[in-house]
């Protein structure tokens, strides 16, 4: 690069965004790292070295979040993954009302997780709420959706999957759209049917929409609160709590320490989790 | 004909699911929102006998006094003066990041794609605040909102600049430009669609923020919208009429940007991911 672009596109352009950056979060990053080490009251530390850690891991409410935590994101994102590309699929293909559908499915990505969450923990009520009334209709005797702690966090993660699979659709629509003519030309000359056209082609190509629905809604899933917060708190009991909201109620209750060893352990889950996972998804993708 | 028919059955029976699994929610929202408390308290999708929508938003706007007025200012300024700082801050180091080649550029990409997936760590995050005496601040707040949405909007503006070709920054070289002309006249006008799609979509991400605002903005004062819905949850404990005119009010300005911007906030959506 000649020394004119190197005067022109000066790293100063760059100045303001990176001290945002690095003082609000690589700061933050770096020394959670240390204060996870901590027993710490944000004015004063003492070095308690992985003594947070053990809690951790031997505190049985608090090992409950790492089972959660996976559990939420796996069946969060596969969900996703499954209705996103069926729907994908289907608003894809030749019919009427596909604006309208489009736009159905995609609303609820736009309205607050809190007023989602507030919304559904009323209609699960298990007496009066409107799905166990539905089931009563049809004399089912529906389940405490969100009292029973066997199935509490499968509630939750079925609105996460509500709100967030119109997300993933348009991801998959924008991944079939993209598909070249000639493949569905070359199908029709081999005279496949539509489970060929579904199963040869769209799912083989459009793999990088797939990658980016599970990396996405892993992330997202591993990383859930609000959601889970503003329905169960984590409760009954600890049956819903996450790394994330293990962390608020640890910050809540003014064990900086631990809330931030929290944040450590969410950090190394997240990585050591998405970075393999992304790595080997783009290794299979196929070239369009 | 027969497979016609099919299909406009499995049509119809989309239409039908769609009606179940999204319209009632919302209708189910609405008709609460319209009750007295009592009937709200029995959660059905019963028509209110009388229909007290108005006096139900004069009850909840007056609550606490007029706490959700305050809401509605801090939660509007969050928005407008964090997309402001991120638009401009963010495609101006996306131009440096797209454009310069050399030693650094690579890792530079690096640490600022890793915050698409590491979790912000929380409390340190205060604990700097704190130090530059900016926790309990919404300039704090705006400060932790753009540091957070940099990695993606620096990934969307990265992506739309490569298509702009470098022969223009030449011309402009050549005719005496320096960096910042070049840039505020002829670039970032150039950047519009891509800008309007951030600006879009993290509108909405911001204004429906829960979680950053509960931590860093904490106080009687400060409040943000999805904070009154929160805190409202424990003190409506009995009036489910009012709590759900609340998520009512605070669901109409996302609901009006997407009447108006649908196409551009998909396209911001997934131009971001498929890309990432």
């Not at chain 1, 590309?85 to 608003?91: E, H, M, N, R, S």
């Not at chain 2, 959660?43 to 938003?57: E, G, H, R, T, V």
């Amino acid at each position: 690069m000649t020394k004119v672009f190197k005067r022109i596109y000066t790293y100063k352009f760059l100045l303001p965004a990176a001290i945002v950056y690095i003082v609000i979060f690589i700061v933050p990053t770096v020394m959670s790292f240390f204060f996870s080490l901590t027993r710490w009251t944000l004015q004063d530390w003492d070095f308690i070295g992985l003594q947070n850690f053990r809690t951790f891991f031997e505190e049985p409410s608090l090992t409950i979040g790492f089972k959660n935590t996976l559990i939420y994101a796996a069946v969060t994102s596969s969900m996703k993954v499954v209705f996103g590309l069926l729907l994908g699929v289907f608003l894809t293909g030749k019919i009427r009302t596909k604006s309208y559908l489009r736009s159905v499915v995609f609303f609820p990505t736009l309205v607050s997780t809190i007023a989602v969450g507030i919304a559904f923990s009323m209609m699960m009520h298990p007496t009066m709420g409107l799905l166990n009334q539905a089931l009563a209709q049809l004399g089912i005797e529906g389940p405490d959706w969100l009292g029973d702690t066997r199935i509490a966090l499968l509630s939750v993660a079925f609105v996460d999957i509500w709100k967030g699979v119109g997300l993933a659709t348009v991801i998959f629509i924008a991944g079939i759209m993209a598909i070249p003519e000639e493949y569905h030309e070359a199908l029709q000359i081999d005279g496949g049917n539509a489970w060929n056209k579904f199963w040869n082609i769209i799912v083989p190509l459009s793999r990088p929409a797939t990658n980016a629905v599970i990396i996405l809604s892993f992330i997202g899933g591993l990383r859930s609160f609000d959601l889970i917060w503003s329905m169960t708190k984590g409760g009954p009991g600890f049956a819903t709590d996450v790394i994330a909201s293990i962390i608020y109620k640890q910050y809540q209750g003014g064990f900086y320490g631990l809330a931030t060893a929290g944040n450590v352990i969410l950090f190394l889950f997240v990585t050591a989790i998405v970075y393999p996972l992304s790595r080997y998804l783009t290794r299979t993708e196929v070239d369009l | 004909m027969s497979r016609r028919l099919r299909k406009v059955g499995i049509e119809a029976a989309a239409v039908l699911a769609s009606a179940v699994l999204f319209w009632v929610p919302l209708y189910f929202v609405l008709v609460t929102a319209m009750k007295s408390a009592k009937e709200a308290s029995d959660m059905s999708l019963k028509w209110p006998a009388k229909i007290q929508l108005w006096q139900n938003i004069k009850d909840v706007v007056a609550f606490r006094d007029h706490m959700l007025l305050r809401a509605f200012w801090n939660s509007s300024a969050l928005t407008v003066l964090s997309l402001a700082a991120m638009v401009v801050v963010c495609s101006m180091a996306a131009f440096v990041m797209q454009r310069r080649k050399d030693k650094a550029t690579p890792w530079i990409s690096f640490f600022v794609l890793a915050g698409l997936i590491i979790p912000p760590a929380i409390v340190p995050t205060i604990w700097v605040l704190d130090e530059i005496h900016l926790f309990k601040t919404m300039t704090g707040l705006v400060l932790v909102e753009v540091a957070l949405g940099f990695p993606f909007c620096v990934m969307l503006y990265r992506g739309f600049m490569a298509a702009i070709p470098r022969d223009i920054d030449e011309a402009a070289v050549v005719d005496g430009y320096g960096g910042y002309r070049l840039f505020f006249t002829i670039i970032f006008p150039l950047l519009k669609p891509v800008t309007a799609t951030i600006i879009v979509t993290q509108a909405v991400a911001i204004f429906n923020d829960f979680t950053n605002p509960l931590y860093f903005f904490p106080g009687s004062k400060n409040v943000t919208v999805q904070l009154t819905l929160y805190n409202f949850t424990s003190q409506f404990i009995s009036q489910w009429n009012l709590l759900f005119t609340d998520i009512l009010l605070i669901t109409i300005p996302p609901l009006v940007l997407f009447i108006f911007f649908n196409k551009k906030i998909v396209a911001g959506m997934t131009t971001g991911s498929v890309k990432g």
